[in-house]
């Protein structure tokens, strides 16, 4: 083959081609009764991919995550997480706490193929929209339950969110130096468990292809956190704990995060004797080091003696050299290492642009945000961000007009009964008070 | 289940009538959940081949796939991929490494020298007959010897090819940067998280950006290829047609949940590590008492009202009433309050407080209005999870007996479905232990 291998999968993954290309998920529609963020995670992603996804909200309130800004922060009178929570989504407001609110929920749940929920244990079925209920009025149903415990077992009414999921799962003592112990930022403990989430549904939505059935998916937010950690089978072998080890990842020798002669922070860590030797190369310390029996191979570098002494000789390095120096000679070696970059370094990092991961969007509502794409890339169905994410209510005529059939007079006494409604006069929830709402063709279907 | 009467926290859950619903409702679910053993697989249909050297984040995709029931054959050379020696304190469970171990999940093993003309045939006779190939190679090695994407497809139109790599397999920096592999704690580094985790007031080197304690990026990375090869597989349903994925584990854990993306840009600047405090809440963090560390939550108004209450000390209600108060970029402000807190719960035994704080809690479930829900729970280590005896009600811990080595326990799959149950089927990790059923089972000779 005379083409270069990399220019091939780039003409494949070509961004400027993605809006030709056919969306995966179009034509399933999911319900999402859902707030915060490891519900809101599934129906992104969906919504990416092409899912038709209506995310239903109390009236007024709405989803308690469109105040939850960073330093109290809004963008353009919202939550700019909110957008990227929710990009791609129908925004319905119904009164669930109502008998002809639940009647609502039924309606939509028959014409829907996916339902999400991630309210506490056991609310939905209390509120007649759990599995039970809504499989009867859609056999064919896949309903996804988001919690923290589960629906069964003793701990299911136990309150959660990330960082006490964090804790139950035995995630919280891992991180940091011996003696001090951080959260995982950035809720990982919500969007680990999303992502999870998603496969699941995914996987209800294949065998349902093949087969015409739903069905029903417990998913709890602390087991998603327990698959990942290796600290029981390790505890269960050697009857002790991993415990925090700082910057070391203990399975990798030498490993650490150091400090450059030009004062920045870059990642190393080896894996393998090939990438050993290869750093070694690149540090000039074959000979000495490669004769040392306590190095030369892994499972003697990875004892904790000796990984020390390693890192001791590499942080010594580090120092000698600048961040630029060591990235050239992972390029040119072949070892593990990357800068440790910050929220600006990355969104400034023109590779991710060019990769999809960050684009920017122009919303006839917000206008243009820069905001991540979608999670994973296809080459054939690739995902993309259509729109953000809209007030309280904002598609009520929308979907209840076009999907359930109402007239505009049932719409009304909807409104007036409280079983629907709108957003309160708040930033988040509110359009930006300069956006001409009389104007809107969807918002006054 | 023993009826011991359970403690609820939610307004909409405190009613003796709601509470007999959901014990029946436990009971549906115990019958529909637990009992898998005659149930179908939801990817019995799906062949996938896994040819991963020394990248982890191309063994766990795997292993999910075949806990969702897909035949997983891993392919290696005929030394073994080096991640079976990768491993915490130089513990090996026979000859393979803890990690390698947890994942060694329902898979076969076959060696096969790709480097090999013949066996390539071989390889490429399989590739006819399978649905998904993981390739968590040097981006560009499968392609150099005749069986990457480009000729694969040629023999099997209906072909998902997942690539997993730091940079991924297209863009500029693709192929600059091929050279480099694959980690964990590389991946972290360029996802952003160490940039957050820590405190830098500490003297040096507790100052550094830390690492978080588990895989962060490899799991975030297999998840989202789990998501990218589940939505090609629906499309390969519908259309026949297969494609190929990209991954970047530099760029997994940040396209994820997007928030460095977001904040950069909005702020204009990276977010400052502001060790143990959060951006969004406060009090959410991880604080110590006596003997030990807490998580406390409170996100709305009310909630931190209620911890004023526990705490004795309502005098600060009048500075930090609203979130707007306790929420800032001044981290001086952050740490008056942070210190008020910590010297509170400095007075308690970690039971002591977590006690305090859910009778509150329940109390507040009752109450007609007012009442928050502070939350308090112990951050638990994974030894003291371990005992917890939910998580052996739900199965999510399996106890597993090796007949040489002895028992172990691995993490079960964190999601449960009614129609097509995940399970773990066996655990075996022998390098080429399958070869010779898969080369008769495939016609390979």
Known sequence: MSEDYFSFVNQLFNSSKIWEKPEVLKGIRVLELTHAIFGPQVGRVLAQFGAEVIKVEEPWDGDLFRTATVWSRYWKHSNIMFHVMHANKYFVAIN??????????????????????????????AWGIGYTQLSKVNPKIIYLSCSGYGQWGPLRFFPSVDLVAQSMAGVATLTGFPGQTYKLPDYYGDFLPGMFGVISVLT??????????????????????????????????????I?????????????????????????????????????????????????????????????????EELIRIVEEWVKTKSMEEIIELAKKYGFPASPVMDDWEIFNDEWRRERGSIVTVNDEMYGEAVLPGPVVMLHKTPGRIKWLSRPVGYHNKYVFKKLLGLSDEEIKQLEKEGVIGYWDNKPGLKPPIYYDLKNDKIFNY | MKNEKPQVFSKHLADRKVLKQLSIFEEILLKMMTSIENKPEALSDVLVLEVSYANFAGIITASILAELGAEVIKVEPPEGDPA??????????????????????????????????????????????????????????????????????????????????????????????SNIPDTDLTAQAASGFPALIGDPKLPEPYNYPIRAGIWAAWYMTSVLAVTGILLALIHKAKTGEGQMIDLASNDAISVCHGYPIAMAYIFEKARPRIGIYDYIAFPYAYLPCKDGNVAVVCIRDE???GLLKILGRWDLEDDWKSILDRITDDISRLEMLGLELKKEFSKYACDELVKKALSYCIKSARKKIGGGFPIIVKTMSPSEVLKEKHWKIRNALLEIEHPIHGKFIIPNFPAKMSETPPRIKWIKYGLGEDNEQIRKKYNLD
Do not use: W
């Open chain 1, 96 to 125: 669930l706490k109502k008998e002809k609110g639940r009647e609502l929920i039924k309606k939509l749940a028959k014409i829907s193929d996916v339902v999400v929920e991630n309210f506490r244990a056991g609310l939905a079925e």
């Open chain 1, 204 to 241: 209800a939505l294949y065998y349902r292809e093949k087969t015409g059935k739903g069905q029903y998916i417990d998913l709890s937010q602390a087991e998603c956190l327990m698959r990942v950690m290796h600290n029981f089978t390790y505890l269960s072998i050697t009857e002790k704990e």
């Open chain 2, 303 to 305: 909630d931190f009202r």
């Open chain 1, 243 to 307: 415990g925090c080890t700082g910057n070391i990842d203990p399975t990798m020798s030498p490993s650490g995060i150091f400090k450059t002669k030009d004062g920045k922070f870059i990642a190393l860590a080896i894996a393998t004797d090939e990438q050993f030797y290869k750093l070694l190369e690149a540090m000039n310390k074959s000979s000495s080091i490669i004769n040392n029996e306590k190095f030369s191979k892994i499972h003697e570098r990875l004892k904790p003696e000796n990984m």
């Open chain 2, 84 to 177: 079976r020696k990768i491993t915490y304190n130089s513990v090996y469970f026979g000859d393979v490494g803890i990690p390698f171990l947890v994942e060694s999940r329902n898979k076969h093993y076959i060696t096969l020298d790709l480097k090999s003309e013949e066996e390539r045939e071989k390889f490429k006779k399989l590739v006819s007959k399978a649905s998904v190939i993981i390739d968590a190679t040097k981006p560009g090695f499968m392609d150099s010897l005749g069986v990457g994407y480009r000729q694969l497809k040629e023999i099997n139109s209906g072909l998902i090819y997942a690539a997993i790599s730091p940079y991924g397999h297209y863009t500029s920096k693709a192929k600059e940067f």
